[in-house]
């Protein structure tokens, strides 16, 4: 679980005439408007560091224009970078030759896109086979391996239909199986679900995260939902301006916010459905009470259980072992929003 | 009407427009003409000689096409326009046309239209499309050709008549050159508009999956702009029939020789006949060819079922 896959080491990325000329600039701290204002270039990413264990999902976060696609794009290398490294596998993509290049977008990383970016002149079938036809493989195995995806996406029977004829949450599913089809173990994500429907958007989401039960890929997914993050994340990094103003677990994000930045985008949460108790237990053990929970259970399910049991406190287990304690007076101070937001409630008032 | 004008200009004689001195412009014309010449007679045989098979083809066709017989020439016109178009309306009417002009005994001239027309648009595609997908490729390359492509289109073909008449003669080979220059500039034009315009997100996911030049060319670009590309052979088609009876001065025959003929000895009806059966090619070609281009785009239809 914790073998690093990707390593983003000092990224930067300029647009403008002279890119490279600017780096000092921002490395000396000169803001986005201000580089801009004084020099007519464009911060994209600014120094990024990131590390990305493998087999986990890996979201980027961050308000529109604040640098995610153009960071999911220096992996793959769609975007030259103008400082930095992308280390993946222990080599430098940044560095690669075109043909090595172009070998691991063909066999180690695919992309799911935002508008899906099907080939509208080939049918269905024939998008899910794109990878494998540009990776060589001979049309009989390949044909069975894109119907093999295209059913595990829950597309059999619209093999020959054209990407126009299919609503937006089918196109995607197309997005998927193309990119699952090349057997990359690296799948890129750039918004792939917020074009959709909010109830198409959860399908998607629980399709994605079961195919990964077993897939065990590296994803990395961009979202700019909290919500989204929250639910499919493993680890989550939060961008503004092209720089990376948080990186760590949901719960460490929700819990401990770096910033106002962060903290706006976490104040309408449902704070109950993603904090576990494991991040908000007092170490005491409980008073002498039956209920045990485990430590990863969210709070709004261990209050329905300790109102179903009519209890006041429970026990947190890990396994066995008990490691601490919560209360309904805990958790409810735990979901409550910290101070200084409650106050433009009040103002409703 | 001196006297009426507020102004009289004829007294301010300093107005009068710098002219270059007849002698100078004299030789500044004979000059040009002179190394023109000069060129021909040192290159003229190797240029003749890289058209000899141009003209070869050309020839051949039509023999092929004059000599078939006009039966098979029917079916061959029904199978196209229906292959094309998928009307069998259509087919019929371009059936039935050909049968007209025929039986007004404009066979042949209308069989050596059809084979410069045929044989001048498959040259313009086979050298035009490349140099489309070369201008979408590059700024500079497109800013390098566009002005010439204008003044292609908007030069009065008369005027380049002369240097080809001067190089090749007068013949098939350089009527047909004449005519490829004024029909190739819209499929240049198209080729290049329509790769311009292939969405770019799509040509980033076939990036993406490691496409090379040549696969995102063939597997994405020109199968998106096709739509385009078939809009440009259209107009191409359109403007090599428009250039029929031009290049019969030069000698390309055909149609366009009777309605010269008619120009010069006032046959209004032998003018009207030819001209209409011009007229009949050009619908033909011109509906098959949209029908076709049309249902090339069928794809792009939404809804469900096919
Ligand atoms: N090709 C480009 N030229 C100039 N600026 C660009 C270019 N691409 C992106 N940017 C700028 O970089 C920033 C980040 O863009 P992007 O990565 O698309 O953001 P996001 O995906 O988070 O919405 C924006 O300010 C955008 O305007
Ligand atoms: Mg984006």
Not at chain 1, 183 to 192: F, H, K, S, T, V
Not at chain 1, 216 to 233: M, Q, W
Not at chain 2, 156 to 173: E, H, N, R, T, W
Not at chain 2, 277 to 282: K, L, R
């Amino acid at each position: 679980m914790s073998d690093l896959k990707v390593q983003i080491k000092n990224l930067y990325k300029i647009f403008g005439k002279n890119p490279k000329s600017m780096v000092k600039h921002v490395e000396g701290g000169m803001s986005k408007p201000d580089l801009l204002k004084n020099h007519g270039h464009v911060i994209g990413l600014n120094n990024i560091n990131l590390d990305i264990p493998a087999k986990g999902i890996q979201v980027i976060m961050g308000l529109s224009g604040s640098g995610k696609s153009t960071l999911i794009r220096h992996i793959n290398r769609l975007i030259e970078p103008t400082a930095g490294e992308m280390i993946v596998d222990g080599q430098d993509v940044l560095t690669m030759s075109p043909d090595a290049l172009r070998d691991f977008r063909r066999f180690n990383a695919s992309m799911v896109f935002q508008k899906f970016a099907l080939l509208p002149h080939r049918t269905v079938i024939k998008n899910v086979l794109y990878g494998l036809e540009i990776q060589g493989i001979e049309e009989k195995e390949a044909m069975e391996r894109g119907q093999k995806w295209l059913e595990r996406v829950g597309l059999k029977g619209f093999e020959e239909h054209y990407p126009a004829q299919l609503s937006g949450g089918m196109q995607q599913r197309v997005g998927l199986a193309r990119a699952l089809a090349t057997d990359a173990d690296i799948l890129l994500m750039d918004e792939a679900f917020s074009a959709l429907d909010p109830l198409i958007r959860t399908d998607m989401q629980n399709i994605l995260l079961e195919l990964q039960e077993e897939l065990h890929k590296t994803i990395i997914f961009i979202t700019h939902d909290l919500d989204e993050a929250l639910r499919i994340g493993d680890n989550i990094a939060i961008l503004r301006d092209g720089a990376m103003v948080q990186t760590g677990s949901a719960q460490d994000i929700v819990l401990n916010p770096a910033d106002e930045y962060v903290t706006d985008f976490i104040q309408d949460i449902n704070r109950a459905r993603v904090l576990e108790l494991n991040s908000i237990m007092g170490k005491k053990p409980a008073k002498a009470t039956a209920l045990k929970l485990d430590k990863s259970m969210v709070i709004d399910v261990a209050m329905q259980e300790l109102s179903n049991a009519k209890a006041k406190s429970a026990t947190v287990v890990d396994g066995n072992k008990v490691v601490g304690s919560v209360t309904m007076d805990s958790m409810v101070q735990a979901i409550a929003r910290p101070d200084g937001e409650v106050k433009g409630i009040d103002s409703y008032r | 009407m001196a006297e009426d004008s507020l102004i009289d200009w004829s007294k301010l004689t300093w107005i009068e427009p710098p002219v270059m001195g007849r002698q100078d412009l004299r030789d500044l014309k004979k000059g040009i003409d002179g190394s023109f010449r000069d060129f021909i007679r040192e290159n003229g045989e190797w240029i003749e000689n890289i058209f000899e098979p141009l003209k070869w083809i050309l020839i051949k066709f039509e023999h092929a096409m004059v000599g078939m017989p006009w039966p098979l020439f029917l079916v061959i016109v029904a199978g196209l326009s229906y292959l094309g178009s998928r009307s069998w309306k259509l087919s019929l009417g371009a059936v039935l046309s050909f049968i007209l002009i025929g039986w007004l005994d404009m066979w042949e001239g209308t069989m050596a239209t059809v084979a410069m027309v045929s044989v001048a648009t498959f040259l313009c595609i086979a050298i035009g499309i490349p140099i489309g997908v070369w201008m979408s490729r590059s700024d500079r390359v497109q800013g390098a050709i566009v002005p010439v492509l204008d003044i292609m289109q908007t030069i009065p073909s008369f005027v380049y008549l002369i240097p080809v008449v001067m190089l090749l003669g007068i013949g098939k080979a350089p009527a047909l050159i004449a005519v490829m220059i004024y029909a190739i500039p819209p499929i240049v034009r198209l080729t290049n508009l329509g790769i311009r315009l292939v969405d770019k997100e799509t040509l980033e996911a076939a990036d993406a999956f490691g496409a090379n030049k040549k696969e995102r060319l063939f597997g994405v670009q020109i199968p998106l702009a096709l739509p385009n590309i078939f809009a440009g052979v259209n107009q191409t088609i359109m403007m090599a029939l428009a250039m029929v009876v031009i290049a019969a001065m030069i000698g390309a025959g055909g149609l366009g020789t009777p309605v010269l003929r008619a120009v010069n000895n006032q046959y209004l009806a032998l003018g009207v006949f030819n001209g209409m059966a011009i007229v009949a090619i050009a619908i033909i070609f011109d509906r098959v060819s949209q029908a076709y281009g049309k249902r090339l785009q069928k794809h792009r239809e939404g809804g469900h079922g096919v």
